[in-house]
């Protein structure tokens, strides 16, 4: 039986860099809920956009509504905002060196395949993917939109991987390449295999703490960073 491997990439801080993104979200924010605030007062790291808003929330003493109506809305408010701070200029969305190359390679290996796992809301997600030049890599993945858990999302993403290729991946084939400590929670939750990038808020040192499968400084090493995640494919168990 032919052996299939994924790989999962997070996008803020791993694919991409957002510079001043507080200000798209912030007035969508103020746009939706009617009211100011902030998401420099919560660490977004690793967090899916649900839980941020809820965060936002609390520490405002006020309730957030039940249900997914305000999510479509925010949702969409966000994405609009983004586009606008980044054509005035307000905001920047670029690639991380080496991401565009890596997911490129990654595409012309025979039997292995990307998806996201990002806790932006899916139209969040596919906009800054779009803007920082990889729209279209990786094809799909789960979304902040699926499960405000961050856990649940590589599960999802595997799924929908699996139909679209119409064969398993069995979790030890799976890896989850992250910035931060969440990431590796979510990928240990799923028996998955983690690398961990120092691109985000984490220094390449705090994060091997963590105890992730391997561990980058970054992607800009195209050669690197793929054999890094082909030795854990090849090398499943453990």
């Not at 998401?39 to 405002?60: C, S, W, Y």
């Not at 957030?64 to 994405?79: K, N, P, Y």
């Not at 729209?135 to 799924?159: E, V």
Request: hydrophobic content about 40%.
């Amino acid at each position: 039986m032919k052996q299939y491997g994924l790989i999962l990439f997070d996008i803020d801080g791993t694919l991409t860099r957002t510079q001043n993104g507080f200000l798209p979200f912030n007035e969508a924010f103020l746009k939706t809920f009617g009211f100011a605030g902030d998401i420099r007062t919560v660490v977004p790291d690793g967090n899916t956009d649900p839980l941020i808003v809820e965060e936002i929330f609390a520490k405002a003493g006020r309730k957030l509504e039940a249900g997914e109506a305000w999510r479509q809305t925010f949702a969409v408010d966000l994405r609009d905002s983004y586009a606008r701070a980044v054509e005035e200029g307000r905001t920047t969305v670029r690639a991380l060196p080496g991401a565009l190359e890596l997911v490129r390679a990654l595409g012309n290996i025979p039997g292995l395949y990307s998806g996201i796992v990002t806790g932006n809301f899916e139209l969040t997600a596919r906009w800054k993917l779009e803007a920082a030049g990889l729209g279209g890599y990786p094809p799909l993945g789960a979304c902040g939109s699926d499960a405000c858990d961050r856990a649940d999302l590589p599960r999802i993403a595997k799924g929908r991987c699996e139909e679209m290729v119409g064969a398993p991946f069995g979790p030890e084939r799976c890896v989850v390449v992250g910035d931060t400590p969440k990431d590796l929670e979510a990928a240990r939750a799923n028996r998955m295999k983690c690398v961990l990038v120092g691109t985000g808020r984490f220094s390449p040192a705090q994060l091997r703490l963590c105890g992730p499968d391997a561990c980058l400084h970054d992607l800009a090493d195209t050669d690197a960073a793929t054999g890094a995640l082909l030795a854990l494919l090849q090398n499943p168990v453990g």
